[in-house]
């Protein structure tokens, strides 16, 4: 699931992505480099916050710095996604709020809000494959389960989705 | 800046209220429960999708194999019986186990417990017959027999199941786990059989009819007889010798007692009418409909030379199947059919050498009493004021509050009541019973001697039991316990209710809820009888124009009696050997000719031709006319004809009874049989009670028909008679568990039957040649696991009429469905 961040998030404006999504800038103006030492939040590595001043350092809300590595660099988003996933679908075999959490952990490996959501929706995916093969010989006659079978698929794509909203928080 | 800061907060702030709002949301609503039960990967209902049958397993009574062949059947096989009927119960425990428990729970009245409130009246009605307890009588009888140690065997064998794996969808879904299985369920499900064959309240709704409906009106639509010549002991000259030797019947010109063959006979004027309890009792009885055929011809009719036997219970048609295929082989025998599973043993099936099937009697096996109660609630009996026994019993609700109710007993058995009328009930099903050791005899019977000697402990219900061997032996026997009732020392029949608190039509030898020594009941050997018959056949018509003894008032209209006959006397009437073979015989029982047409058509038409309404609009007309006219009587489903008769006929029946039913309680469950509306003459007071004649009826009743066609957009028999109503018992809830709709072939008059107004119809179809091949098939599947391959593997070759070999032969294992292999268990 890893998203192409490729250079063009990290050596853009900082204005619009292509998502068509303003990208927010460091809090100097500068933009964010491929070495990943200022994310897109803002935060500069190693946790200091730029140089704004009062009340805008207190509520940006501060993100990890290796989190902001692992968003704008290819090698280690692949490996969050990866594990995201793998964390993800281990939840999803608990509970139903799984889906939600594995959700919310595939879209916080996300660059974006808009791409955290499509990871989900492919967490989703990925859920019914693994849910497909956990099925064997029976997966004909839960396909015939209809209507079980719409809530089946709703669930897999939307409870991830409502969990990949986090990635507007965090 | 600081606006664009506090803008981000507040994006912020909704988007984790909608996380939390939505995980909260969802939690506390339905869709909660529904993610719980269906999300990918963690849903409960998956857990159903997981279960496998094993390669091997332990058994505490020794090894046995079970070889499940392609169509789902178990080959049992074992050295020690103890065994194999472990293995057994392991079968029913993991392809039927929600079926066993949804049984169970109806007969003990304890679905409101997992269903709700929905069910609470069914679950007063069983909870007052006290079904549980009359099993338990007969399990105390069983249980110091050969058979006890089998019967705890099979028991074991369903627990281990519900132990190894996971349990079927519908636990999941409805979210409740069943309870171990007893021995005294076994005994449970034997009640629920006899129940729904036998228990039926019909004389106290006699009365109610009688009460409400004009003198005339009631003798025109509730005769003393059918008046046909169809009996299945057909004794007149013609066919007495196709017979062989005839026992518990007059000989034709004797003086036969008529009304012991009665079909509708109320020679008790009772006003003494309990509407509101019988309309109640109503949903209780056996489904309407439920018969079966069966035949047997000798081997002088046959290419092999040996009998060939066919029975085809008409039971109600579920998902899964009521019945269960099996084949059983153990140093005893070697034994192969159905049975109810909850039951351990082979019902209808065949052996090594001998074949045997069941129909309903109709057998008059439950009587009603009234009492004279003081103000103590206290009711006479005979000289003596009697207390009720009464027991609390409180009925589980889920998602409600429970009900208490009292349970009341008189001398002669439970008391049912609803608004303060009461009855006392005495049934043969509601004592100890030994059906099963008649059940496990039959399995092993070496011929048809010993089949019918077996028949002596088959204590309930009545059945009509043909039976054939590979010896050319064939027989027919009337199974069950039928009483004797006597006022004032004479006997008198069963239609009617009794003054209980004047000991009228007492059973002597009945001790309900414990053992009966059945000393006032029809002996044996005065029970209808034919041994070595040539050719008999059997579809719930009359027993006998005049039986030695009353049998009952329940039988069904002789359509389906006359067509077996007349295709079976056009094709052996001065034949030799060699005339039919299984195919012949399998035809026969797919057969869908309809005698009602012969009854009616021609009238009909007639009707249309003569009418003068008729000429009025006969444009609209014509075409019917044209297209029944041509229709080859044939209840197929590609047919234009059979639609319109089918319809037209249940039109003509509303025309015809609703404004008679009309001001009165009486519904649709007091309707007369089509034989009996068919009968009706155009001088019989029920038209007189019509501003129209039965012409004009007739007419009006076949414009609904066209009306009704074209706005349905019906063309054949088909597109009306489908086979959606064959559902799972929450097929409504959860559609994915019905087998797929289909269009089918038969009425509820035809042989292969079918009947679409309440999913009653072939529930098993076998034809045998005992020592010889046999076939069958059930609508549906053997196993009742709806992610299981064999859920619904047979059902639409048994729509269209086809057959599956069923051979006492256990297939090699490359070709079996799959094998387990039962171990003895290691004590080390």
């Known amino acids: ?170 | 800046m600081v606006s664009a800061v506090q803008t981000d907060v507040t994006r912020r702030g909704v988007l984790a209220a909608t996380i939390v709002a939505g995980v909260l949301g969802i939690s506390i609503s339905e869709a909660g429960d529904l993610f719980e039960q269906f999300a990918p990967l963690s849903g409960s209902a998956w857990r159903a999708a997981g279960r496998e049958r094993p390669d091997s397993l332990e058994s505490p009574h020794g090894p046995a194999t079970v070889t499940i062949d392609a169509e789902g059947v178990p080959h049992v096989e074992a050295e020690d019986e103890r065994g194999a009927y472990y293995a057994v119960g392991y079968q029913h425990g993991y392809d039927r186990l929600f079926q066993l428990d949804l049984q169970r729970r109806q007969m003990r009245g304890e679905l409101s417990a997992v269903v709700g409130d929905v069910t609470l009246e069914s679950d007063e009605f069983h909870a007052r017959m006290d079904f549980p307890e009359a099993a338990r009588s007969t399990w105390e009888g069983v249980r110091e027999t050969h058979l006890g140690p089998l019967v705890e065997a099979y028991a074991e064998g369903v627990n281990a199941a519900i132990d190894d794996h996971p349990l079927p969808l519908e636990f999941e879904l409805l979210e409740f786990e069943p309870k171990p299985w007893t021995p005294t369920d076994c005994f449970l499900m034997e009640k629920q059989i006899t129940w729904s064959l036998t228990g039926n309240f019909r004389a106290l709704r006699r009365a109610v009819a009688r009460d409400q409906l004009e003198e005339p009106v009631f003798e025109g639509l509730f005769p003393e007889r059918m008046d046909h010549d169809v009996p299945i002991l057909r004794i007149d000259h013609d066919h007495a010798e196709l017979l062989g030797e005839v026992r518990g019947v007059a000989a034709d010109g004797a003086d036969g007692d008529p009304e012991n063959a009665s079909d509708g006979n109320d020679s008790n004027e009772s006003t003494d009418a309990r509407s509101a309890l019988a309309d109640w009792l109503t949903s209780f009885e056996s489904t309407p409909g439920v018969g079966s055929n069966s035949w047997v011809v000798s081997g002088d009719h046959t290419d092999a030379g040996t009998p060939i036997l066919a029975n085809d219970p008409h039971l109600e048609l579920l998902t899964p199947p009521i019945w269960y295929e099996q084949r059983v082989r153990t140093p005893e025998t070697d034994v192969r059919g159905v049975t109810f599973p909850g039951v351990p043993f082979v019902i209808i099936g065949a052996n090594q050498t001998t074949a045997w099937g069941v129909t309903n009697v109709g057998a008059d096996v439950l009587d009603c009493y009234t009492y004279e109660f003081d103000d103590e609630d206290r009711y006479r009996y005979r000289e003596e004021w009697r207390e009720l026994e009464t027991e609390a019993h409180e009925i589980e609700v889920s998602g409600g509050e429970n009900r208490t109710i009292t349970r009341r007993r008189t001398v002669h058995g439970p008391l049912l009541e609803r608004e303060d009328e009461r009855v006392g009930v005495a049934w043969t099903g509601l004592t100890a019973t030994r059906t099963i050791q008649a059940v496990y005899d039959l399995g092993r019977a070496e011929g048809v001697e010993a089949a019918v000697e077996a028949t002596r402990q088959f204590d309930a219900p009545t059945q009509n039991l043909v039976v054939a061997d590979a010896d050319g032996g064939t027989a027919y026997v009337v199974t069950g316990r039928i009483p004797i009732r006597r006022i004032d020392g004479e006997v008198v029949d069963g239609n009617r209710l009794f003054d209980g608190s004047a000991g009228e039509g007492e059973w002597d030898g009945y001790t309900p809820y414990g053992d009966s020594d059945w000393s006032g009941f029809v002996p044996f050997e005065e029970k209808p009888h034919a041994l070595n018959p040539d050719v008999l056949a059997t579809a719930n018509q009359r027993v006998a124009d005049d039986p030695d003894h009353y049998l009952g008032v329940a039988y069904a209209e002789p359509y389906r009696g006359q067509r077996i006959y007349d295709v079976l006397d056009d094709t052996l009437e001065g034949t030799t050997a060699g005339d039919t073979d299984l195919e012949f015989h399998r035809v026969l029982q797919t057969d869908t000719r309809d005698e009602r047409a012969d009854h009616l058509l021609a009238t009909l038409l007639e009707a249309v031709d003569q009418s003068e309404a008729a000429h009025e609009g006969r444009e609209s007309l014509e075409d019917a006319v044209e297209t029944l006219s041509s229709w080859s009587q044939h209840m197929d489903r590609d047919e234009p004809g059979a639609l319109l008769f089918a319809r037209w006929l249940e039109h003509y029946r509303e025309w015809v009874l609703e404004p008679l039913f009309e001001g009165t309680s009486l519904d649709e469950s007091y309707a007369p049989n089509d034989w009996i509306v068919a009968e009706l003459e155009p001088g019989s007071p029920v038209f007189e009670a019509h501003e129209r004649s039965r012409a004009e009826l007739m007419v009006e009743a076949l414009r609904d028909t066209l009306e009704e066609r074209d706005a349905e957009g019906w063309d054949g028999y088909g597109d009306w008679n489908t086979t959606s109503p064959i559902s799972h018992p929450f097929g409504a809830e959860a559609p994915f568990l019905n087998y797929e709709s289909r269009a089918a072939d038969g009425s509820r008059a035809t042989v292969n039957n079918y009947r679409v107004e309440s999913a009653v119809g072939a529930s098993w179809r076998m034809v045998s040649q005992p020592g010889g091949e046999a076939w069958g098939i059930v609508p549906g599947g053997n196993s009742g696991d709806y992610f299981d391959e064999q859920y619904d593997t047979q059902f639409g070759r048994w729509v269209d009429g086809e057959y599956k070999p069923m051979p006492l032969e256990t297939p090699a294992p490359v070709d079996a469905f799959h094998v387990v292999t039962f171990t003895e268990v290691d004590d080390a």
């Open chain 1, 1 to 170: 699931m890893p998203e192409d961040d490729g250079g063009s998030a990290s050596t853009g404006s900082g204005t619009q992505d292509g998502d068509g999504v303003t990208e927010p800038r460091t809090q100097d103006g500068s933009e964010a480099t491929e070495s990943g030492t200022q994310t897109e939040n803002g935060v500069t590595d190693g946790g200091t916050a730029g140089d704004g001043a009062g009340t805008d350092e207190v509520e940006q809300l501060p993100v990890e710095p290796t989190l902001a590595r692992v968003r704008t660099t290819r090698r280690l988003q692949a490996v969050g996604f990866a594990v995201a996933i793998t964390v993800g679908l281990a939840a999803s075999t608990l509970h139903w709020v799984g889906l939600v959490f594995g959700g919310m952990v595939v879209g916080l490996v996300a660059r974006t809000l808009p791409r955290a959501l499509v990871a989900a929706a492919g967490f989703g995916l990925f859920v019914l494959g693994a849910f497909a093969f956990s099925l064997g010989g029976s997966i004909q006659p839960v396909v015939e389960m209809a209507p079980v079978t719409y809530l089946l698929i709703a669930s897999a794509f939307g409870l991830p989705m409502l969990g990949a909203l986090a990635r507007g928080i965090v």
